[in-house]
């Protein structure tokens, strides 16, 4: 089968396509998959280029998605010529997180889904959304559960409330989508006017260019008539964090997802603590909660929004174009 593997110590020249054994068939509770799409995320950009040091030969992509092929003894839930997408965390089912970090992540601390098939334990995906391609599913595992852990699992999002997403990337654009299906306002921030109203026709209420609007904290406040945000999906970290601390709402909540505007900084601690806010860090999420996701994604029936398609044989050029910043919602690889 073909497959992608990187060498230590990392880097987009030292992606190797490689040819490797077939896997055998699924043993008992486990299911083979037929990978046919993956899509790209800042985690796995971060493993590709070196940021997160990875065995030698690691197969990349925390995300796949594909027929299933065989299913093994005692299987439930999958039937040969499902679409199953893969988890991020395949041992955490439900509950509260595990303990063991990344030790299991697909293209991180195990192998990933750069490659054509794969057996494994079949709690290690779930079905795709009704209708959907591989490729739509394929961007489901990481962006999708994240944005949707953000603002339901951890934020408890009702309708009428209103959420800020920051920039055009596949997690924003999915809180994006899933709080206009919970019929709530959004707020979106980007430093493009283009974006903005991309933004906009996928039903942003309020658009925010943050470079002509450095202070665009207080520019959030006020499309809610100085009440504040409620809910705030916050993919800068350090260098975004104090001005969506001065968009929220007293007692509102930030999702801390990412770091794309720096891993560490300035806290404005009074700030939190003066508006009782609940700044609730998380990576993705579990099983449960993407099982919850799809179940939803059935009936309020958004789509995920597609940038580039690359082959697999082309993965390093995706990285790069995923670099460079241009694309809007996920860079996707077909397989």
Known sequence: MKAIQIAAPGGLDNFRHVDLPEPGAPGPGEIKVRIRASSLNYHDYLVAIGGIPTADERIPMSDGAGEVLAVGEGVKGFSVGDLAVSTFFPHWLDGEAPDDGFAGVPGDGADGYARELVVAPATAFTRAPKGWSPTEAATITCAGVTAWRGLV?????????????????????????????????????????????????????????????????KAARKLTDGRGVDHILEIGGAGTLPQSIIAARNGGH???????????????????????????????????????????????????????????????????HQASGGHFGKIVVDI
């Open 153 to 217: 699992g951890d934020g408890g999002l009702k309708g009428g409330e209103t959420v800020l997403v920051q920039g055009t990337g596949g997690v924003s654009i999915y809180g994006l989508q899933i709080a206009k299906a919970f019929g709530c306002t959004v707020i979106a921030t980007s430093s493009s006017d283009e974006k903005l109203e991309r933004l906009k026709a996928l039903g942003a209420d309020h658009l925010i260019n943050y470079r002509s609007e450095p202070d665009w904290g």
């Open 254 to 320: 930030i999702a801390l997802i990412g770091v794309l505007a720096g891993v560490a900084g300035p806290v404005p601690t009074v700030a939190i603590m003066g508006k009782q806010l609940k700044v609730i860090g998380l990576t993705v999420g579990s099983r449960r909660h993407q099982l919850d996701m799809i179940r939803a994604i059935d009936v309020a029936g958004y789509r995920p929004v597609l940038d580039q398609h690359f082959p697999l044989a082309e993965l390093a050029d995706a990285f790069k």
